[in-house]
C-alpha cells in the first residue's frame, strides 16, 4: 500500500471509524482498524461483532492494498498531524510521514480479522441532523441496567412517513416522531430494538455531514445499516421490544401547568441542593404558581416558588430531581407543559403547544408517604 492523503480528511475518517472500537475488546484484533486503499480512496473500518462502522476518504492512491493497525494510536497520531500524510506498509510495518514527522506501527495480522456484515437494502432516508436530534432527545431514558438489556435499547419504529424512537428505564418513557422518506413509499409497520450507546455515537458522527441519512432496516434480519455520504455503519439489533408505550401514556388530565423552563429547572436544582442525591423534590401546583421542595423540618429544607400558568386541580406531586430534570432538559422548549391525572400516576412533560410528534417525556413520580 502507498498513498498520500489530505491530514484532516484522514483524521476525520479515522476518527469515524474508531468510535466504533470496543473499549475493552476480548482479543487484541478488535482493537485495530482496517485500511483498505483502491482506485482514488482509502476507507478505514471497525468491527466488534455487534458494531461496524467505515468511512471512506479520497486520496491519491499509488499501490492498492489493506492493512490493520492499532486504532487509538492511529487516531491519536493523525489527531496531531497538520501536513499531507504519505503512508505506506510493508509486509509488517505501516510508515506515516507527514512535514517532519515519521510514525512506524506494527502491523496486526489480516488474517484472523473478521468479515464484516454486508450493509442492509435501504428502507429509506431522513435527516441526519434531526436523527441525531431526536436520538438525544430519548437517550436519558434509557437505562444504564446490563442485566435488562431490552431496556438500554431505543426502539425504532416505522410507521408509514413517521419514524418513532423511543426508550424507558421503567421510571420513565420518551418517544420522539419525525418524518422519513420510505423507499418504497408508505412503509408497513415495523420495530427494531437498536443498541443505544452505539445508536447514539453513530448519529453524532453522521449529523456532523449535514445531510440525508438512508436507512436499512429490514424486518426479520437482525442487523440495520445507516449510511451518509462517505460513512457506513452497521450494527446488530437486540432481541425483544419495549412496553406499549401508547398504552401507557395517559389521553385525559385533571390538571395542566405551563412554566418557564429555565426557571423551573433553576428552582429544583436550588432546592435539591440541601437534599441527599435522588431524594424526592415536591412540587405543589396551584393557580399561578409552583412551589418546589425538598429537604425537611428536622434538617436541611429549601421552598423556591415560580410563576406558573395553571389549569384544573391542585395538585403536590414529587419526582426523582435528576429523572425531572434529564426531562426538562430533553423537552427543549422556552416553556414546558406538565399534565397530571393524580399524585401519584404518571406526569406528562413536553413543550408548551407543541405537536404530537414532539418529544413526550412521561415521568413516574415518587410516593412520599
Not at 58 to 74: K, Y
Amino acid at each position: 500500500m502507498k498513498l498520500t492523503i489530505d491530514h484532516t480528511k484522514l483524521a476525520d475518517t479515522v476518527a469515524f471509524a474508531t468510535s466504533a472500537l470496543p473499549a475493552r475488546p476480548p482479543v487484541p484484533v478488535l482493537a485495530a482498524v482496517k485500511l483498505t486503499a483502491t482506485d482514488g480512496e482509502l476507507s478505514v473500518a471497525a468491527y466488534d461483532y455487534e458494531l461496524a462502522a467505515t468511512a471512506t476518504a479520497t486520496a491519491d492512491v499509488h499501490n492498492h492494498g489493506q492493512a490493520l493497525v492499532s486504532g487509538r494510536l492511529l487516531a491519536d497520531i493523525t489527531r496531531t498531524i497538520r501536513q499531507d500524510v504519505h503512508l505506506t506498509t510493508t509486509d509488517t510495518q505501516a510508515i506515516l510521514e507527514a512535514g517532519t514527522a515519521n510514525f512506524t506501527l506494527p502491523l496486526l495480522p489480516l488474517e484472523e480479522y473478521p468479515t464484516q456484515p454486508d450493509l442492509p437494502a435501504p428502507t429509506g432516508t431522513v435527516s441526519g441532523r434531526l436523527l441525531a436530534d431526536a436520538i438525544a432527545q430519548v437517550t436519558p431514558a434509557v437505562s444504564r441496567d446490563d442485566t435488562l438489556p431490552v431496556l438500554t435499547g431505543i426502539q425504532i419504529s416505522l410507521d408509514g412517513t413517521a419514524l418513532t424512537l423511543a426508550a424507558t428505564d421503567r421510571y420513565r418513557f420518551a418517544v420522539r416522531t419525525i418524518d422519513w422518506k420510505p423507499t418504497d413509499g408508505d412503509h408497513p409497520v415495523h420495530r427494531v430494538l437498536a443498541p443505544a450507546k452505539a445508536l447514539q455515537d453513530i448519529a453524532k458522527g453522521m449529523a456532523a455531514a449535514d445531510g440525508d441519512v438512508t436507512l436499512a432496516l429490514p424486518e426479520g434480519d437482525h442487523t440495520i445499516g445507516l449510511t451518509t455520504g462517505q460513512h457506513r455503519t452497521t450494527l446488530r439489533t437486540l432481541e425483544g421490544k419495549l412496553p406499549d408505550y401508547d398504552a401507557l401514556f395517559p389521553t385525559e388530565f385533571t390538571a395542566t401547568a405551563i412554566v418557564d423552563t429555565d426557571a423551573l429547572t433553576a428552582a429544583i436544582k436550588r432546592v435539591a441542593l440541601v437534599a441527599d442525591r435522588n431524594t424526592p423534590v415536591s412540587l405543589s401546583f396551584t393557580n399561578g404558581s409552583v412551589t418546589a421542595q425538598a429537604g425537611t423540618t428536622d434538617d436541611a429544607q429549601a421552598i423556591d416558588t415560580t410563576d406558573a400558568t395553571h389549569t384544573g386541580d391542585d395538585i403536590d406531586i414529587a419526582f426523582n430531581p435528576t429523572l425531572l430534570l434529564d426531562g426538562l432538559k430533553a423537552v427543549g422548549t422556552d416553556r414546558v407543559q406538565l399534565d397530571f391525572t393524580t399524585p401519584v400516576k404518571p406526569a406528562l412533560l413536553h413543550g408548551e403547544g407543541a405537536p404530537d410528534r414532539a418529544l413526550r417525556y412521561l415521568l413516574m413520580p415518587v410516593r412520599t408517604s
